[in-house]
């Protein structure tokens, strides 16, 4: 069946189809839609009458944003994890304007099962329902209740988080600009109520720069998304050499750096250019090991580079992980330079007044 048909079935959509089909890049997303099983999750009539003027008539960003929902694989209803695990999906969506992942991989999604069978597509404001579920010609199709949002930058997405005590740190610390240059980044981050917490963990050493630097490292995996299907899955170190350890119990999944540990409130929060995961706590870990950091770096990057598939991923039906992108492949960003363990904790040290100082305003 002509791709164009297939998309116009699809998104009951013969008008948007016919004007993907004449753009470059909704073209190729046309061609890929048509080769192989895939999994579509279809906004509702409803859905896609929201969507801006200035969005649907932009057919480049049109066809990127509908990439973002598509899978490669069938995925039945059956195959997402049980709530309170998550399915990571790689979808189609690789255009180096809004991705920057390790190893040039394609944009994820996160869903989960609920306990009455319903399958939710996680996003950090609104979640996406699937209402009804339909198999047409190689596709899979679950319509779902909204237009899913492409994950934005660590900072605006902490701040749609509610991480105020977080993005001012960051901000105030000159942060936000190497850890969004990073290829592949993993955060582990504080609650409001964690930052504050963090003053009388740390006591006297709360007024030391190097001290407060080696805590801010000890937060982050550098060169690497570590969802939480593979926390558990190989050896971590943070950008502060010291290494994650991982556990859980009936109240929940945590997090060790050192002697300080942290529960996990909400796994899996997807960001352009890695993942976020909230946790209740400062890691209050304050040795520092940049040789050890620097290995750490080369080596998650080079297992990033080579993987496969989505490490720790039990759920059936994904299939190969899309390697090229649906919108123009010519275009797609090679990897850039990661910032450096160096460079992560010289401008960390700034961050001890901006700290201290959105702790105690809160």
Known sequence: MHAYALLAATFAAPALAQSLANNTNGAALLAQLSQG????????????????????????????????????????ASDFAAAPNHTIARTFLNNSE?????????????????SNDSVVILEPTTNATV??????????????????A?????????????LSALVGALQSANLVEPLEAAHGITIFAPSNAGFQAALAALGSQAQNATVISSV????????????????????????????????????GTYVTSGSSSARITRADIPVRNGV????????????????????????????????????????????????????????LRTAGTLPGTAAI?????????????????L
């Open 37 to 76: 099983n895939k999994t579509v999750f279809a906004p509702d009539n409803a859905a896609f009458s929201a969507v801006p003027s200035n969005v649907s008539s932009n057919t480049n960003l049109l066809a990127s944003i509908l990439s973002y929902h598509i899978v490669d694989g069938h995925f039945n």
């Open 131 to 148: 209402s009804k579920t339909a198999t047409y010609d190689n596709l899979i199709v679950h319509v779902i209740s909204k237009v899913l």
């Open 276 to 331: 976020i995961h909230l946790i209740d706590n400062v890691l209050a870990n304050t040795q520092s090991n940049p040789e050890a950091a620097a290995s750490a770096v080369a080596s998650q990057s080079s297992v990033a580079a080579t993987a496969t598939s989505i490490p720790g991923q039990t759920a059936g039906g994904s299939g190969p992980a899309p390697s090229g992108s649906p919108s123009n492949n010519a275009s």
């Open 150 to 162: 492409i994950p934005q930058s660590i900072s605006e997405t902490a701040s749609a988080a509610g």
């Open 345 to 361: 904790l010289s401008v960390a040290a700034a961050a001890l007044g901006a700290l201290l100082g959105g702790m105690l305003v």
């Open 216 to 251: 801010l490292a000890n937060h982050v995996i550098n060169g690497t998304s570590v969802y939480s299907t593979g926390l558990t899955s190989q050896s971590f170190a943070s950008a502060g050499g010291q290494s994650f350890s991982f556990s859980s119990n009936s109240s």
């Open 98 to 114: 809004l991705v920057m992942l390790e190893a040039n991989r394609s944009q994820v999604i996160v869903a989960e099962r609920t």
